[in-house]
């Protein structure tokens, strides 16, 4: 299928004002690639994970930290706010895993490292993020494609 975002450009245009919303938020560009990476790879979504590493890789991030996100827990290369943001990301990710999909500790340590804007585009980028994955996953958009 054509991706329906070139079907329906009122749709991009929604997804690119709520990037634009993201932006403007005060987040690091690094820590939104690395969130988009996250979610991709729990997604296993091929484009997403493909494009984001590419670009997390532009803004300065290193391969030893983009290795290492799908272990972040284990890994002793990300700052504690980088890590509240990766715990909310897996959160809201995988809301249908437990009953309390996003429990308070997560909220409340992502709180004590993001203020109310940065913590609403953090918020929003992971939704974000989450509907790219499932958009490209449908259509199976595979990985290398943007470049192709």
């Known amino acids: 299928m054509t991706h329906p975002v070139q079907i329906l450009p009122d749709a991009m245009k929604a997804m690119m004002a709520l990037k634009a919303s993201v932006d403007g938020s ?21 484009f997403c994970v493909d494009m984001h590493w590419r670009e997390a890789k532009q803004v300065g991030e290193t391969d030893e930290r983009l290795f290492a996100v799908a272990a972040w827990r284990e890994a002793p290369y ?57 958009l490209n996953a449908a259509i199976r958009q595979p990985a290398g494609a943007r470049r192709s």
Not at 26 to 32: Q, R, S, T
Not at 84 to 93: S, V
Not at 97 to 121: C, I, S, T
């Open 26 to 46: 005060g987040l690091p560009a690094g820590l939104v690639h690395l969130v988009d990476l996250r979610a991709s790879q729990i997604n296993g979504c091929s």
């Open 78 to 134: 990300f700052t504690e706010a980088e890590r509240a943001a990766l715990a909310l990301t897996e959160a809201m990710t995988r809301i249908a895993d437990r009953a309390d999909p996003v429990p308070d500790e997560v909220w409340n340590e992502a709180r004590r490292h993001f203020d109310d804007k940065a913590l609403a585009g953090l918020t929003l980028a992971i939704a974000a993020i989450n509907v790219w994955n499932r």
